[in-house]
């Protein structure tokens, strides 16, 4: 058993309403409640739909969090609850709760961003991080490149995606294929029946003229208009679609790019791992080629399990758990939301 | 009954500890910052009082995103401090502010136009409502009403529901023998909402700690399906 701070940390920045509980790196429970089914007859998640969830499922897994960790509110030690980046409606949800913990309880609260959890929650199954590592963040709502320092209080941006977010653009290229949402989970799937290179879509902001500029940025719109394309020209050829190939050609080309991209940023800074996170770190292929180019790199690959790469709760109590050890000052009460956080911003720490 | 009462269905963040005559009241009237602001009004009330025995909130109807920071507030303290949480309409406070010799109406701004509105008779009881709809489209008996609230068209500071006005009423309601409304609002549907959580609070005063969204949310599945 470790020891360490007991910390409960709530996520609720998109569609999952998350409370995990970690006792230093050591999880305890991650009880996560989803409205991914409401938001699927909408083709996408809508925020007032998930803010009402959200609000609906927070005391129930605040609760079953506890029981299923065998811990009362009352032993935690400080608070930790995602302040953005999000949707702002449900951002509001889960701080709301998190303040009202730290009043009635009286302990410390930290206003952390979505993005340093999805990095340091690897800690919780792989230990800590020995030194700085490159988090590749790939999700329907981010995709981007960082540089955690060994300290995660200090994170800096890579790079980004200029337009749609790799999850996204499985979502799209889902429909396209009428395949349900999310379209992350059946494109893999059926892809795997597909040869991944049948056709030979574009890989966005790899020419050397884009590298110059956006060397660790993405850009997904291009191949999902791409891909678009392609089907309607095949379709008025005549010619029937083969769905696995399509498939595959385009989890190639976003997977293709993704790694490259990610094992290029850990050699140009001196980085030994990896981190991928983020709710596409769950698709088989991104994992393969991922082992396979860190392999070749001599760089160590380090993926939470699928379970939680996704957003959860644990990812941010494993921050906040982080801060306390550090002896990180606490947020004030007052602490704003952020839909929009810059990924270096790991703790709000107050309305100024 | 020390009672603690919470606000935000309006612009006011308003948190107050009533314990017989004795109340601390704390307030804020600015609509963007309930989140804010709201935490810190209820750590000033708490390190001054002692712990309450039951939570009352105002459960709207208001626009949605300050209403869920009390009404989620409210809910986690609750279940922190092992306290019951009820809900009572937000209309119900403002018109327990008014004073009128005949039936009137309270308002409340929901956007877009249209205003969140209940009827009352002289005695503050509610006949009607809540109901969401455009001031221009009310019956014009209704619409002939004196108004109170927000959007009620006068140039006075409109009345707002305030927490302690909250939790005295929770208190009068338990102490008359009435229970908690536990009417199947059935927020598992949360894209089909039309009106059925105010309707099954029609006639009801001490409610579930739950909002009265009242207003299906805005989403339009692809192809119009909504
Ligand atoms: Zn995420």
């Known amino acids: 058993m470790s020891n360490g701070p007991l ?17 230093g790196t050591t999880l305890l429970v991650d009880a996560v409640a989803s409205s991914v089914e409401e938001h699927a007859r909408f083709g996408g998640v809508v925020p007032e739909v998930a803010s ?19 811990v009362s509110l009352s032993d935690i030690d400080a608070f930790a609850v995602t302040a953005g980046p999000g949707l702002a409606g449900a951002l509001l949800v889960g701080t709301a709760s998190a303040k009202a913990l730290a009043v009635a309880l009286g302990k410390p609260i930290y206003a952390v961003n979505h993005l340093a959890g999805h990095v340091v929650v690897d800690e919780l199954e792989h230990g800590p991080l020995p030194e700085s590592a490159i988090g590749l963040l790939v999700s329907g709502g981010h995709s981007s490149l960082l540089l955690v320092h060994d300290d995660a209080q200090d994170v800096t941006s890579l790079g980004a995606t200029l337009d749609d977010a790799a999850g996204e653009a499985f979502d799209k290229v889902a429909r396209l294929l009428d395949l349900p949402f999310p379209g992350g989970p059946h494109i893999d799937r059926v892809a795997r029946d597909g040869n991944g290179s049948a056709i030979a879509f574009p890989r966005g902001l790899t020419a050397s003229h884009d590298m110059a500029e956006h060397e660790f940025d993405f850009s997904f719109s291009g191949l999902k208009t791409s891909v678009a394309r392609w089907i309607t020209k095949e379709k008025a050829a005549g010619t029937s ?31 030994q791992h990896l981190v991928i996170g983020g709710g596409v770190a769950a698709n088989s292929r991104l994992r393969a080629l991922a082992q396979e180019r860190c392999d070749e790199a001599g760089i160590s690959l380090r993926v939470p399990s699928p379970k939680l790469c996704t957003d959860n709760g644990a990812m941010i109590a494993a921050v906040g758990a982080k801060l306390v050890r550090q002896g990180a000052q606490p947020s004030t009460l007052d602490f704003p939301t952020a839909s929009v956080l810059p990924v270096s911003t790991v703790v709000v720490r107050d309305a100024g | 009954m020390r009672i603690l009462g919470i606000d935000t269905s309006s612009e006011l963040s308003s948190v107050a500890l009533v314990d017989g005559d004795s109340v601390i009241t704390r307030e804020v009237l600015d609509g963007r910052r309930h989140a804010e602001v709201l935490a810190v009004l209820l750590r000033e009330v708490v390190d001054e ?16 995103t300050g209403l869920r920071v009390g009404v989620t507030t409210a809910q986690v303290l609750g279940l922190a401090w092992s306290v019951p949480v009820v809900g009572i309409c937000s209309l119900d406070a403002t018109a327990a502010q008014v004073s009128c010799d005949g039936d009137f109406l309270v308002t409340a701004d929901a956007r877009r ?114």
């Open chain 1, 52 to 70: 009402r969830a959200h609000l609906e499922a927070m005391v129930p897994t605040i609760e079953r969090a506890c029981s299923e960790a065998g």
């Open chain 1, 7 to 23: 910390v409960l940390g709530i996520e609720t920045s998109c569609d999952e309403t998350g409370v995990g509980i970690v006792r």
């Open chain 2, 113 to 226: 136009k249209e205003a969140y509105w209940a009827r009352y008779d002289r005695n503050r009881r509610r006949t009607d409502g809540p109901r969401v709809s455009r001031i221009d489209e009310l019956d014009a008996g209704t619409a002939a009403l004196p108004r109170f609230g927000e959007l009620s068209g006068t140039s006075v500071e409109p009345l707002r529901p305030r927490a302690a006005v909250i939790a005295r009423l929770a208190g009068a309601y338990l102490d008359a023998g009435e229970s908690m409304s536990t009417s199947d609002i059935d927020l598992s549907v949360h894209g089909g909402d039309t009106g059925a959580t105010a309707d099954s609070v029609r006639g009801s005063r001490l409610l579930a700690p739950v909002p009265l969204y009242i207003r299906r949310p805005d989403a339009v599945a692809p192809g119009g399906k909504a």
């Open chain 1, 241 to 271: 679609i083969n769905v696995a190939d399509v498939a595959a050609s385009f989890q190639e080309a976003v997977v293709d790019v993704l790694t490259r991209k990610a094992v290029a940023a850990c050699l140009a800074n001196d980085a």
């Open chain 2, 49 to 64: 009082g002692l712990r309450p025995e039951l939570i009352a909130c105002g459960v709207g109807p208001g626009p949605y």
